[in-house]
């Protein structure tokens, strides 16, 4: 994580977003006090994919020990296509 005096963003803003885009984040301050962060922008359906894996997940956990069958998962499947 880079460190960046507000003035200094200024003047090279373009070179920070370069940074930005490479998956930097880059703290910006003002007389030693940080007042904002320039994070990468997650793209929608790649936070959508982690939210359906995570969910996913903890669906599985709270499955019996003996697991599922094809007709339950082919169910589900469909239940949430309705």
Known sequence: MKTVQATDAKA?????L?????????????????????VPSVDDEQERRRTAVAALREWRRQ????????????????????
């Open 63 to 82: 499955l019996p020990p003996s697991g599922i069958t094809v007709e339950e998962l082919l169910s589900a499947r469909d239940e949430g296509r309705r």
């Open 18 to 38: 370069s940074d930005v885009e490479r998956g930097e984040t880059i703290i910006i301050t003002r007389h030693g006090k940080p007042i904002a962060r320039l």
């Open 12 to 16: 090279h803003l373009a070179q920070l």
